[in-house]
């Protein structure tokens, strides 16, 4: 069975850090490209980062957080990680990550637009960031 099962929220004051971690499995975390989407109350859910599949190496991060988030990827640990520094009252949302074959290698073209969260294929349950002022 695919899981993909995130960690690592909590509450933080503004300018704070958290490091979200996703473990995947089920399925070949190399080929797929891997990041992260939040949803706010109320709003949308948006394309926050994501890392296209081995060998491609390109990232992409949404122009909000551009300079604060740093995602990675280790492969051999199945692992996502998505490093918030600089934390603001409006990244307060649930994450979630995701991952899809989709364009792999170039995941930009599956986490930026309104509806990018249509082209994922496997999601994680969401973890709770929530960034007070």
């Known amino acids: 069975d695919v899981q993909l099962q995130a960690s690592g929220g909590g509450l933080v004051q503004a300018g704070g850090s958290l490091r979200l971690s996703c473990a995947t499995s089920?399925?070949?975390?190399?080929?797929?490209?891997v990041g992260w989407f939040r949803q706010a109350p109320g709003k949308e859910r948006e394309g926050v980062s994501c890392?296209?599949?081995?060998?491609?190496?390109?990232?992409y991060y949404r122009d909000s957080v551009k300079g604060r988030f740093i995602i990675s990827r280790d492969n051999a640990k199945n692992m996502v990680y998505l490093q918030m520094n600089s934390l603001r009252p409006e990244d307060t949302a649930v994450y979630y990550c995701?991952?899809?074959?989709?364009?792999?290698?170039?995941?930009?073209?599956?986490?930026?637009?309104?509806?990018?969260?249509?082209?994922?294929?496997?999601w994680g349950q969401g973890t709770q960031v929530t960034v007070s002022s």
């Open positions: 890392m296209s599949s081995s060998g491609h190496g390109t990232t």
């Open positions: 995701a991952a899809t074959p989709v364009n792999p290698h170039y995941c930009i073209t599956t986490w930026n637009g309104p509806t990018a969260w249509l082209l994922q294929h496997y």
């Open positions: 089920g399925f070949t975390q190399d080929d797929y490209g």
